[in-house]
């Protein structure tokens, strides 16, 4: 049974969060969280490069000791440090560390004070008042953990678009190898590239009398089959993760499609349109009264209606119909129309690559351009540059500059917004760079007034070029701060400066729809990794995903353009 790079990262994850309340040392709990990250973000299985004999330890944070625990998690499922850890500190107490403002001293707190040892005896403890009576806890503080703890109940029935990437992936892989199948796609909101995914729909076709369901039966990661018939099967795997298999026939495939990814509501409005034209649009295909008129493909079910092909990413009932008529859909950015990426960590703060490592990965992605954003000094979470480090990374930069061939790296940092609007780093500073990333780190629960007015204040420094992550959100984990989004686009658009849609599937910030506000007022956005090693340069293709969900083209988005013209840019008036 294949274990997944979500699973062992989980397990690092977990390790670190359990250690970490623990208050072991913390240069071996930030070992194994660097493990983690990089694990869930390289775009290769660790299974099978175990199984391929590979050297892991050669890996960006991964040495002898982590290769070694990594084959006995692959081996074995399970990892004993972990179990030993576990024994003595409730493993559910690192889910708890998942709500927001609680950190290892809080939930170590919580535990010894109150013998809280999961989120349904804290929901218990903050509904009788007893928080509150702890050191260092208050009514506001018992009030915010309850609302955390209902928060994270819901999140728990969602995944992150990568995590269920890693589990379909293998399931889709399999099911093509059943002897007699034609074609396997998956559809609902993974097809449609939703930030969160619910449950896997999986589309088959194949020739008669393909034994499909009992293949998928056979799949090793299914836990229990929840029903099973000649054409749908319903099960659920290990993870918790509920799978839809359907086989549909190759004439009515692409109505099926449609019908299976959705959304309910652009079906509903698909299938209004179709009535109208007395046509009657269900998973069978599209019917004149009783003859199928289309069906094979989804192009074929559209053009039913009159309509040209409409984008999965699209289908909200969020427009996309009425511009669909008047031939008015935008052009689709595409991963192909990136020139490069706006926002890389190196091992000089808290990435774990090499410039030269970012530089060479960023070229094999045939990208003109990379920038490295290392973060500004006060940063807490990272080993943040003084001017001293700026000018000597700077230094380093135009030195591999002199030597590469073919694409070039931009000078820049990841500058933290102050509370007051400042800026962390001084003029003289900023003005060396090619641009700046700016981004707000701490100091998440201001009033939405204060909170805008920080970063419009920050947008006024001339030195101010793109505003990070810009609502602060981490999905399943953290809400966005209270922020006027539309004041700080008009804002940025007014200042000459940009917003940033991070790609990184833990924020995917700017939403959809805040893609699509930002394409209303006339701002252009930059889509950028947040790369922190080689491997999660492979994250835009979520960035673009986002992107397209909110309406983008590749007019709108920065980065597309030439070093040239993307230097033209960022002069501001």
């Not at 709990?29 to 983690?36: D, K, L, T, V």
């Not at 000791?65 to 006995?72: F, R, S, T, Y």
């Not at 495939?253 to 034209?277: C, D, E, M, P």
Request: with cysteine.
């Amino acid at each position: 049974m294949p274990v997944h790079n979500t699973e062992i990262a989980d397990i690092f994850d977990e390790l670190a969060d359990l250690l970490d309340i623990e208050g072991a040392n913390p240069f071996r709990i930030r070992a194994y969280r660097n493990a983690a990250e990089m694990i869930r973000g390289h775009p290769k299985s660790f299974a099978e490069l175990v199984a391929a004999g590979q050297d892991l330890s050669k890996l960006p944070s991964i040495g002898k000791d982590l290769a070694g625990k990594i084959q006995v998690i692959v081996d074995t499922g399970r990892l004993p440090l972990l179990d030993q850890v576990s024994s003595r500190t409730p493993a559910a107490l690192s889910k708890l560390m998942k709500i927001e403002g609680l950190g290892p001293q809080r939930v170590k707190a919580l535990y010894h004070g109150l013998n809280i040892r999961s989120a349904a005896d804290l929901e218990r403890a903050a509904k009788s008042g007893r928080i509150r009576e702890l050191p260092g806890f208050a009514a506001k503080t018992e009030s915010a953990i309850l609302k955390g703890v209902r928060q994270l109940a819901a999140r728990a029935q969602r995944m992150k678009l990568n995590e269920a990437e890693d589990f379909a992936q293998p399931l889709l892989d399999y099911l093509q190898k059943c002897k007699g199948v034609k074609s396997v796609t998956v559809a609902g909101s993974l097809r449609r590239r939703k930030e969160t995914i619910g449950d896997l729909d999986i589309l088959v076709t194949a020739q008669r009398g393909t034994p499909v369901m009992q293949h998928l039966a056979d799949y090793d990661e299914v836990e229990d089959i929840v029903s099973q018939g000649a054409t749908r099967s319903t099960v659920h795997l290990r993870a918790g993760i509920s799978v839809d298999v359907r086989v549909v026939p190759q004439v009515s495939y692409g109505a099926a499609l449609h019908y299976f990814t959705g959304s309910k509501a652009h079906n509903i409005a698909l299938r209004k349109l179709g009535i109208k034209q007395g046509l009657k649009i269900n998973e069978y295909g599209v019917f004149r009264q009783k003859k199928r008129v289309a069906g094979r493909t989804e192009a074929e079910v559209f053009a039913s209606v009159g309509l040209p092909y409409i984008p999965p990413e699209l289908r909200r009932d969020h427009g996309e119909i009425a511009a669909a008529r008047l031939d008015q859909l935008p052009k689709l950015v595409t991963l192909a129309d990136i020139r490069g990426d706006l926002h890389c960590h190196t091992r000089a703060s808290d990435g774990h690559a090499t410039l030269e490592e970012m530089a060479d990965t960023a070229a094999q992605r045939g990208y003109q351009y990379v920038s490295i954003n290392d973060h500004s000094q006060r940063v807490t979470i990272a080993h943040g540059l003084d001017e001293k480090r700026v000018f000597e990374q700077l230094e380093a930069i135009d030195k591999l500059n002199a030597k590469l061939d073919g694409i070039s790296i931009l000078k820049s940092t990841e500058v933290e917004i102050l509370e007051d609007g400042s800026l962390d780093l001084p003029n003289h500073v900023l003005k060396e760079l090619d641009f700046t990333v700016c981004a707000v780190h701490y100091q998440y629960d201001l009033s939405k007034d204060k909170q805008t007015a920080r970063i419009l204040r920050a947008m006024d420094n001339p030195y101010f070029t793109i505003l990070a992550h810009p609502t602060g959100r981490l999905i399943n984990e953290r809400d966005p701060y209270a922020i006027n989004l539309e004041a700080l686009m008009n804002g940025a658009k007014q200042r000459g400066c940009f917003l940033e849609l991070n790609a990184h599937p833990d924020r995917l910030d700017l939403s959809g729809d805040a893609c699509r506000l930002a394409k209303d007022i006339g701002l252009k956005v930059a889509i950028s990794t947040d790369a922190h090693n080689t491997g999660d340069l492979e994250y835009m293709r979520y960035g673009i995903d986002q992107a397209r969900r909110g309406w983008l083209a590749a007019e709108d988005i920065i980065n597309t353009r030439s070093l040239k013209d993307l230097r033209s840019l960022f002069k501001r008036n």
